[in-house]
Nanobody, 122 residues
Framework: VQLQASGGGWVQAGDSLRLSCAASGITFSRYAVGWFRQAPGKEREFVSSLSWSGGSTFFADSVKGRFTIDRDNAKNMVYLQMNVLKPEDTAVYYC????????????????WGQGTQVTVSS
C-alpha cells in the first residue's frame, strides 16, 4: 500500500495550491481519506477528511472556507485545494486513508503517505 502526496511548494500569502495524493495497493473507493499537517515544533493536526462515499467532508476551523477536498476514485486520487493561503498554513502535509464506512470522520487512519512541504511567505 502506498500513498504518494505531491503538489507542495513555496508560495506567497493569498496564493493557492492544490495538493494531490495518489493511492495504490488498496481498493481506494472503500476508504475514507484525510489530510493532516505538521508545522515545525508542533503536533500533527487534522486538516480535512472526506468519507468513502464522497458525501461527507470535514475541515479544521482554521481552514474552513479556504480549503476544499475531493477525490477521483477512478484515478485513485484525493486532492486538497488550498486557497487564500496564510503563513500559518506552512507545514508538511500528509494524506491518509481509513477503512471507515460512516459519514463521521475516521477515529484513526490505516495508511499514511509521506509528506509534501507547503511554505507560505508573508
Amino acid at each position: 500500500v502506498q500513498l504518494q502526496a505531491s503538489g507542495g511548494g513555496w508560495v506567497q500569502a493569498g496564493d493557492s495550491l492544490r495538493l494531490s495524493c495518489a493511492a495504490s495497493g488498496i481498493t481506494f473507493s472503500r476508504y475514507a481519506v484525510g489530510w493532516f499537517r505538521q508545522a515545525p515544533g508542533k503536533e500533527r493536526e487534522f486538516v480535512s477528511s472526506l468519507s468513502w462515499s464522497g458525501g461527507s467532508t470535514f475541515f479544521a476551523d482554521s481552514v474552513k472556507g479556504r480549503f476544499t477536498i475531493d477525490r477521483d476514485n477512478a484515478k485513485n486520487m484525493v486532492y486538497l485545494q488550498m486557497n487564500v493561503l496564510k503563513p500559518e498554513d506552512t507545514a508538511v502535509y500528509y494524506c491518509a486513508a481509513a477503512r471507515w464506512y460512516t459519514s463521521t470522520p475516521p477515529p484513526r487512519y490505516d495508511y499514511w503517505g509521506q509528506g509534501t512541504q507547503v511554505t507560505v511567505s508573508s
